[in-house]
């Protein structure tokens, strides 16, 4: 037997009376700033990871006889370049 059909309660969005509809240049306006700020987390992000990877870097720099002399070596001017690389990014997103 198949289950009997019941009213539900209607969940659609309604405009309440007297509210303003957001315009299409406010829509854009509004979309661009989040757009913006999404981008400056996903830098952030980025710069979180190359802050964990040049500590890593580190450690395998510093790591001595273990680590193949080669690999010590790219891990080291891994670092040296990783730092400068995150104060740059730092230092553009503070511009905008």
Same mark, same amino acid.
């Given at each position: 037997?198949?289950?009997?059909?019941?009213?539900?309660?209607?969940?659609?969005?309604?405009?309440?009376?007297?509210?303003?509809?957001?315009?299409? +240049?406010?829509? #854009? &306006?509004?979309?661009?700033?989040?757009?913006?700020?999404?981008?400056?987390?996903? =830098?952030? @992000? %980025?710069?979180?990871?190359?802050?964990?990877?040049?500590?890593?870097?580190?450690?395998?720099?510093?790591?001595?006889?273990?680590? +193949?002399?080669? #690999? &010590?070596?790219?891990?080291?001017?891994?670092?040296?370049?990783?730092?400068?690389? =995150?104060? @740059? %990014?730092?230092?553009?997103?503070?511009?905008?």
């Amino acid at each position: 037997m198949s289950p009997s059909l019941s009213v539900v309660a209607d969940n659609d969005l309604k405009v309440v009376a007297g509210a303003k509809t957001e315009t299409v +240049a406010e829509r #854009v &306006r509004r979309l661009q700033s989040e757009a913006k700020q999404l981008a400056k987390d996903h =830098v952030k @992000t %980025l710069t979180g990871a190359m802050v964990d990877l040049e500590q890593l870097a580190a450690e395998i720099a510093d790591g001595g006889d273990a680590y +193949a002399p080669g #690999v &010590r070596d790219v891990a080291r001017r891994l670092v040296e370049d990783l730092d400068s690389r =995150v104060q @740059t %990014l730092e230092a553009i997103v503070a511009r905008t």
